[in-house]
């Protein structure tokens, strides 16, 4: 017992998310971290309007369908990464040598590349044969580049499955493909939840860089208040806080999501 | 020949360079119960895992009736439609009630309209004693309660074999008894059964034969009177010693 105890506290791990709440020792408290965060934020993006309206009213008006937009391109990108992680995480499972390594390749590749330059790339580079619209290229560098991460969590959701599920699906007369659809990805889906979630924060935070391919989103809009107006330090901060009130709202539905898994769920 | 239910053919297993299964011989007749005992590591869950191909077979043959399941163009799914397996660890779908359990392969392997099988998965909970929990999550039910659950999900594909992997292993003592009794109840009514267990209670009430493997091999093999209590093989007694 010992030994086994010994070789799983070597092997801890640190993993360090992009999207859920960090652990808070004052966690519980009124004044917990995220409570004066979140409520810091949302406090200012009130409160700088009415002491202020001059500038901070102003670009209140200005940015509301940048978010907009953010929101769509973050929405559709994460719905179309999904589709291309569920694929490329069964085929990162798969016994086909030729599916599996196509998968792999692309994972690699991928997260091998910064995203600023897969959008670039897309956008500027392919733009020369295939004239791409601006939302459409970046939603498509953003659905290419989450799909890769995406791939890895549904690979990593369906290993985390016990084999004897597998094998009881097997020796129940299922097919493989009907005892992933039936039996492994429904139970997969319960833990990749949270880790999806995560995700979807970091996407929509790094969906501000289409904004240097002027898709108009809530970084874009901003800017384009500041250079008419020359209110540079009003507009980036609310355009900071506007992004911080909506962020730390996921994460603390992610957060939530965890504990309620951590509990047993049901 | 032809009245063999299960008829193992001289199978080896081996992973890399291990010999799990040296050239092992057995058939199990219809209605049959036989018990397959011997020291952990002796090879015998893998043997049974060669029987619905949860593991390949390297060298010899094995027949369910006129199926050679080892045919490696056979279609084993068919196979395994008849075949009942029950795990060490139940396995069963974390995700689905009890019901639910028992009622999915029976709907999706067979296509099976979703009222019989929902029926027969009531009457089958009722036969194993868990009536009241259609509705309970597998994580809601105890050991006992859970293997009684996988042995109805098997017997929901009517199968004509079952092969039970150490059903008692990972059960609280005083749970043993109720997953027993539900395998004692099968075997009187005439279900074909190969069962690696050391339940030498259950061995005496209603195995026709016991078989004792070690390292793999079939050491002997002959009724729970002859191999408990008047051993052939020295391998054998000292095993039986000290387990008893």
Redesign the interface.
Known sequence: MASVNESESRSTQITVSDGALIPDRGEGSIFSAWNIAFFGALGLVILLPVISPEPYLEVIRFVPDGILKTFQVTVISIIFALVIGLVTGLGRISRNVFVNRLATVYVEVIRGIPLLVQLFYIYFALGRFLSLDRLVAAITAMSICYGAYMGEIFRAGIQSI?K??M?????????RR?ALR??IL??TM?TILPPIGNEFIALLKDSSLVSIVAVSDLLRRGREYASTTFFYFESYTMVALIYLVITLFFSKIVGIMEERLET?G? | MADSRIRIENVTKRFGTVQAVRNASLTVAPGEVVLVIGPSGSGKSTLLRCVNRLETATEGDIWIDNDRVTDPRGNIRMIREEVGMVFQNFNLFPHLTALDNIALAPRKVKGEPKQTTYERARTLLARVGLADKEDAYPSQLSGGQQQRVAIARALAMEPKVMLFDEPTSALDPEMIKEVLDVMLQLAQDGMTMLVVSHEMGFARAAADKVVFMDNGEVIESGTPEQVFDSPKEERTRKFLDHIL
């Not at chain 1, 094998?167 to 097919?175: N, P």
């Open positions: 016990p004897g599920q094998e009881a699906a097997l020796a129940l007369g299922m097919s009907q039936l039996v429904p139970q319960r047993g049901r």
